[in-house]
């Protein structure tokens, strides 16, 4: 069975310092 493809939307305006830990942050829910 494949594995579905997703999207996953960060909203950020001005917030750049946190976008890498909301990325970890989606990975992590992830696994």
């Known amino acids: 069975m494949a594995l ?5 939307v960060l ?3 001005n917030d750049a ?3 890498p830990g909301a990325i970890e ?3 992590e ?3």
């Open 4 to 8: 579905p493809h997703i999207s996953i």
């Open 11 to 13: 909203p950020t305006y």
């Open 25 to 27: 942050s989606v990975l």
């Open 17 to 19: 310092v946190y976008l």
């Open 29 to 31: 829910q992830s696994e």
